[in-house]
């Protein structure tokens, strides 16, 4: 009966994310939007433990003494989808400074396997769907937009929220400055 209502709850909350995202990005994208739910900037980072593609459980604390940039994306979101190679350069830039980017995938494990292969994908992946969905509110995604972004300075300080496709220079210029 728990795993029903856990399932119900994660198909639920994956189809409100589709038909946010959708109502989000039927209109041209906004990229100097900062994030639309609770402002956690300043704040101590948000705790989750989330499996990786290979079912290996992960926490902050993994990445700890690093800046996280957290990107919450899902294989169905073709604006994630345009943003990931942004977001292996930006790893393979600025990745011997100290910046670890993780993405966050609201999906199922299987399906995410697959795009990262397809894609080769350069990053650490986390993925899962209630759990997922939890964890982007956590962090302050309450539309539940993607793609949502959020960077974590080497202290674990939310330093920046954003929602919507990340802009290359304004992410750069924040890096720069935390790294």
């Given at each position: 009966m728990r795993k029903l209502v856990v399932t119900l709850v994660a198909i639920t909350a994956l189809l409100a994310g589709f038909y946010l995202s959708?109502?989000?990005f039927s209109e041209p994208v906004v990229v100097a939007q900062p994030a639309s739910g609770s402002s956690l900037v300043g704040t101590y980072r948000p705790?989750?433990?989330l499996g990786n593609s290979i079912g290996v459980s992960v926490t902050p604390a993994d990445y700890a003494g690093k800046t996280i940039l957290i990107n919450f994306w899902a294989t169905w979101c073709v604006p994630c989808r345009n943003e990931m190679p942004m977001l292996m350069d930006l790893q393979q830039q600025y990745g011997s400074a100290g910046l670890q980017v993780v993405g966050i995938a609201l999906?199922?494990?299987k399906t995410v396997k697959g795009f990262i292969k397809t894609y080769r994908i350069t990053y650490p992946i986390l993925v899962g769907e209630a759990?997922?969905?939890e964890t982007s509110l956590a962090y302050g995604n309450g539309e539940g937009v993607l793609p949502y972004s959020v960077l974590v300075?080497?202290?674990?300080?939310?330093?920046?929220q954003y929602a919507g496709i990340i802009q290359h220079d304004k992410i750069s210029s924040l890096l720069s400055e935390l790294l």
């Open positions: 959708a109502r989000h705790d989750f433990q999906d199922d494990a759990d997922v969905f300075d080497k202290t674990g300080i939310v330093r920046w």
